[in-house]
């Protein structure tokens, strides 16, 4: 059904109707630029190198620093006075990196944004490993999935791993005021250490993956899109702060 990640994250911002796109690692831009829209997108990468030619009308911000300072600095701030409505998190495939960008991109999320993982799907412990492999490395992202579902069960999280080639995770029902993440990281980095490839992949995450074709995925986008309607009828961020300026 998709061809590959850049299908399916097309497939999504457009569903979400994204008018703000956050991408942590950019990398060459071919996902960053998959799908602009005449909407804000912002990357964030320390080694970005774009080869895409951009079109006049794209209206983009890209920092050339690591996530954490990205958010800690909120540059996010400076750019967009509007939530984030799609985040892609594919940056350092380090669990607790993995981890900071999601709920870093939670916090600057509406009820109806949607947040995606991408590398959720290493076929062996050398891909699932903490060091870089130049030919396949999805590193231990993986780990967020189990942990999210432990810490966060309010979350809705539906991880594919038929998106070519390593799979991406879809989460959305967010609580931008949700401290669960921040208050706890300790504690769920703790328990993301303790995970195990080999011990633990096939019987903790693996079958929890859904697939594309499935009944849930039709529940998802059905989910999506109506949280965005939603949105849109009750006038998203600035239109109702206008209104209630204007006392309607
Ligand atoms: C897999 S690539 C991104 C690919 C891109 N999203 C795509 O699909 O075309 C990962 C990128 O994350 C960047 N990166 C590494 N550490 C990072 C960090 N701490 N914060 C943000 N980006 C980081 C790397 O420089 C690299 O370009």
Redo the contacts with the bound molecule.
């Keep these: 059904m998709f061809s590959d990640?850049?299908d399916f994250l097309k497939y999504i911002r457009k569903l979400a109707n994204t008018q703000v796109y956050l991408?942590?690692?950019?990398?060459?831009?071919?996902?960053?630029f998959s799908e602009t829209g005449d909407g804000l997108v912002i990357g964030?990468?320390?080694?970005?190198h774009i080869e895409i030619p951009l079109r006049e009308t794209c209206h983009v911000a890209l920092f050339r620093e690591?996530?954490?300072v990205f958010f800690e600095k909120d540059h996010f701030g400076t750019v967009s006075g509007q939530p984030v409505d799609v985040t892609?998190v594919?940056?350092?495939h380090w669990a607790e990196?993995a981890l900071r960008d999601m709920r870093n991109a939670e916090r600057l999320s509406h009820r109806a944004s949607v947040i995606l993982v991408?590398d959720i799907y290493p076929r062996n412990a050398a891909q699932a490993g903490r060091t870089d492999n130049p030919h396949a490395w999805m590193g231990d992202v993986f780990k967020l999935l189990p942990a999210l579902r432990r810490f966060r069960p309010d979350l809705q999280i539906a991880a594919y791993g038929d998106v070519p080639y390593s799979g991406m995770a879809v989460i959305w029902g967010l609580d931008p005021k949700n401290r669960v993440l921040f208050d706890r990281y300790d504690d769920i980095t703790r328990y993301m250490d303790g995970l195990d490839y080999d011990r633990d992949f096939a019987t903790l995450v693996e079958p929890t993956f859904e697939s594309v074709g499935s009944a849930t995925f039709t529940q998802m986008t059905r989910d999506i899109y109506r949280a965005q309607r939603r949105r849109s009828r009750n006038g998203s961020g600035w239109r109702r702060h206008v209104g209630l300026a204007l006392g309607r």
């Design positions: 990640h850049i991408e942590i690692g950019v990398q060459s831009g071919t996902t960053l964030v990468d320390p080694d970005f690591t996530s954490d892609f594919d940056g350092l990196f991408h």
